[in-house]
Each structure stands twice: as C-alpha cells, then as structure tokens.
C-alpha cells in the first residue's frame, strides 16, 4: 500500500510545541558548557557596548553610558578576569561622564537592565542574560518550524503528495544540524532577539493578511517597531517592506489560506494602513527621544553613517566588501584628540557624535563619488561574503533552499513570496551597506530554513517515490514469474 503523504494530525501549535521541547535543552545547554557562560561579554565585537547601556538603564540613568564609574569598570578589570588572560583593554580605555547614547537600539539593553533589576550584575547575571538570549533563539526557530507546517498546508493544496509532517521534521533537523546559529547566544549580541521579533513579525504578518483584522495589523506593526529596537538597520527595511507586504495583502484572501473568517475585516488598502500607523506611533517614540538628546533633526541617531564609513572605503574592498573599523577608529581619534575626555562634559560627547556623523556622511560621498566604478563589485562582494560559506552543509543547505524555492515556484508563488521576500530585502541592503561575517543573515534564517525543509522534503518524497516505483515493478514482475 503507498504511503499517505496528506496526513496532518498535528496543527502548527502542536508543532510549536515539540519544537520548542526539542530547542530548549538544545540551546541552553550550548550556553551552559560554554566558557563565557559566568564571564562579561566577550571583549570584541558590540557585547560590551550593549552592557554598558544596559547597566546605565539599571542605574537610572536611562539609555545612558557611564565608562568611568568604577562599578561598571569593575566587571572588566576583577582578579578572575586576569586570571582568564582576557582583554578588556580597550574597553577600560574609554573614560567620560554619564552622557545618552543614540548609536545602539533600545531593546537589548532594555533586557539586560531588566535582568540586572533581579539579579546583582556578575556571574549569575551575565549567566541569565546567555539563558535568555538562548530561550529567544529557540522561541524564533520553533515559531518557524510552526509556521513552516502552517506554510505547507497553504502551499500543498496544488501538490496533496508533499508529506506536511515531513516538514516539521525537516525545519527541526536543519535547526539541530545548524551550530553557527547557536553561537550567538553566548554573547550579549542581538542576533537571537532579533531573530525572533522578525520570525514573530513574519507569522503574525501572515495570519493578519488572511484575517485582515485591525488587531492583527496592529500586531505585525508593533512587531515591525520591535525589530527596529533591536537592530537599527531595519529601518532600512521600510520601503521595500511596504511593497512586498502591500502586494501580499492584496492578492490574499481567506480562501488561499488555512485561516478562519472573521467578522468587519478591513480593505488591503486599511490592513495595511493601520500596520503601519502602529509602527510609526511605537517607532517614534524612540525617534523623538534621539532628536531631543541630540538637539538636532536626527531621529535614527547618529551611528548611521558612522558605520557606513567601514562599508565604504579602501579597506573594505581589500577585505572582498566586509565592514571595517579602521576607518572610523580613525576618524574618531582624529576628534577625540582635540578634547580632554576626561573632563569632558555630556553636551562635549554629544557634540563629538554629531561631528563624527557629518564628518564621516562627507567622507562617504566622496569615496563613493571616486570610486564609482568599482561600486557594482563592491555591491556583488558583500553579497557573495554574507552568504558565506558556500562549502559542505552550508553548500547543502542553500542548495535544499533552491530546490523548495524552484518547486514553490512551480505550485505556489505566493508562498514562496512570503519566505522569498525577507531574504531578498535583507540581501539587497547588506549589497547597498556592508556586510558583517553573515550577521546581517541571522534575522531570516526562519525563511531560509522554512525553504530548504520543503527542498528536503521535495526530495526525500521524489526518492520515496522511485523507490515505491522501484519495488511495484520488482513485485508485478514476480507475480508474472
């Protein structure tokens, strides 16, 4: 007897929660074996920045920095941290008074001032934050797995033979087989938290176009504001994401999906004018805050094009388009150079940001403006560099990917639209920024494990299907015999 390939006793609920009974134990106990688990964050990369914000919030003094209060400096400078060999030179270097920041996103920090307000900031602390950042991690991956069943189900009333249970599996197999994903739980970086915000975003995004409620649409927004919190960089995204998402939520209807009706449900054009009402209301908060620390009209703060002078310059040619901070080290201490910081006063900082933003937006065009012919292959190196490695299970996976976008493509583009769509956006801006060692990826691994577990199912099905083939040619030509 063939096998039933339509069975689907579970719901994406069901899935949901075997998922996240699966990636609990999984990511937390790659936190807990992992050296750092009890220490600070790590001494490169933004970990510490974050911190240092964090601990501002847990003081009272708002998303502020404080780098010579002497109980800040204390995690990093402690007998067990010179007993680990570990560098916090360059963070003990940095001196100045109580002074606001604009240059991280709010959220993070936010969490770890929250995780300080229960426990004293030390070992058992930072220890908290990792656990948290793993439960994020796994939160985001089993929404996706829930979502991919939910997907499959959309996605199968064109192909019935595609085994919806094997996707499940399939997204929770590709989940455990991903150890990159799990480092970065061990740091205070925002990867996990924006992985699930965007993950969020990406299913109550899809429920809502269905339902076409203002609940919902309230919800993707809020959503939407959250991952700004998280990683500036989506800002970025707005554009592209009102197009994508405004033709999803006109050629949908209930009929496409697995949905129930509900009652006054809003126009395409009203869905998605209150989503984006909401974010605007929940992101400007934010945006004011920064136009008031600043005394200037700069609502994203002043880490935009500071940041975009290591995307645009010599040194990251050479480096085939990864982002480099030579060039704003140097910058900055070109200008810090002409100020006492240690005397300096917050509206001195503050000022020092402003003329690093305008100083480096100057150096920017002009690279730009020289180096105009060159900026197509700069574009093509950081995408190539951010979807690195293109060897061994990571060449599999991208290849399991294009198998499920091909076969999408075949019977079911709007579906495909759907997991297509965020690593399009994402692809196209890190070609028009930076890229950063693949971090900028990490956010729509959701979709892109969602479209290699329909390539792996597609495939597993094709072979089960010759072997079926196989076996009835074998059994009729014995019963001819």
């Not at 109550?204 to 990683?231: E, I, T």
Request: proline letters at 6%; hydrophobic letters at 50%.
């Amino acid at each position: 007897m063939k096998p039933n390939w339509t069975e689907q006793n579970l719901s994406p609920i069901h899935w949901f929660w075997i998922a996240l009974a699966c990636f609990l134990p999984l990511h937390a106990s790659a936190v807990v074996f992992d050296s750092w688990f009890l220490l600070p964050p790590k001494p490169i990369g933004d970990g510490p920045d974050y911190e240092a914000i964090g601990y501002g919030l847990s003081q009272g003094y708002g998303w502020s920095t404080s780098f010579s209060d002497p109980q800040w400096r204390s995690a990093y400078e402690g007998p067990a941290i010179a007993d680990a060999a570990l560098d916090y030179s360059v963070q003990l270097a940095r001196v100045g008074p109580v002074v606001a920041d604009t240059n991280r996103p709010p959220l993070l920090p936010l969490c770890i001032a929250a995780v300080y307000q229960c426990l004293p900031r030390g070992p058992m602390a930072f220890a908290a934050v990792r656990l948290g950042l793993a439960g994020c991690l796994s939160l985001g991956c089993a929404i996706a797995v829930a979502w991919s069943v939910a997907l499959a189900r959309s996605a199968t009333q064109n192909l019935p033979r595609l085994a919806i249970p094997a996707v499940g599996i399939a997204m929770i197999a590709i989940v455990y087989s991903e150890r990159n994903v799990r480092n970065y739980t061990t740091d205070f970086l925002t990867e996990p938290l924006a992985l699930l915000l965007t993950q969020l975003f990406l299913a109550v995004a899809w429920v809502g176009v269905h339902k076409k409620s203002w609940s919902w649409a309230v919800g993707a927004g809020a959503l939407f504001a959250g991952m700004v919190f998280c990683r500036g960089v989506f800002v970025l995204w707005i554009p592209l994401v009102l197009v994508w998402l405004g033709y999803l939520v006109s050629v949908t209807n209930v009929a496409q999906g697995t949905v129930p009706r509900v009652p006054n449900r809003l126009s395409a054009g009203g869905w998605l004018l209150v989503c984006w009402l909401a974010f605007a209301l929940i992101a400007s908060a934010w945006w004011v805050r920064n136009c008031y620390v600043l005394g200037a009209l700069q609502p994203l703060g002043t880490k935009g094009a500071i940041t975009l002078l290591g995307g645009y310059c010599d040194e990251a040619l050479e480096a085939n388009g990864e982002w480099q901070f030579a060039p704003e080290k140097a910058l900055r201490q070109r200008l810090e150079s002409s100020i006492e910081l240690r005397h300096a006063t917050p509206e001195d900082l503050i000022r020092l940001e402003l003329a690093m933003g305008e100083m480096a937006a100057v150096q920017v065009k002009k690279w730009a403006s020289e180096n105009w012919q060159r900026l197509p292959s700069l574009i093509v190196q950081r995408v190539i560099t951010e979807w690195n490695p293109y060897t061994g299970k990571a060449l599999v996976l991208k290849l399991l990917a294009l198998v499920g976008a091909l076969w999408l493509l075949r019977v079911n583009r709007i579906v495909l639209i759907w997991l297509a769509g965020p690593l399009a956006i994402n692809t196209f801006f890190v070609g028009a920024t930076y890229s950063v060692g693949g971090r900028f990826l990490v956010p729509t691994y959701g979709p892109l494990y969602i479209l290699a577990a329909f390539g792996m199912t597609v495939v597993l099905g094709w072979l089960a299907d010759r072997l079926w083939a196989s076996q009835s040619r074998v059994a009729i030509a014995s019963g001819r015999n």
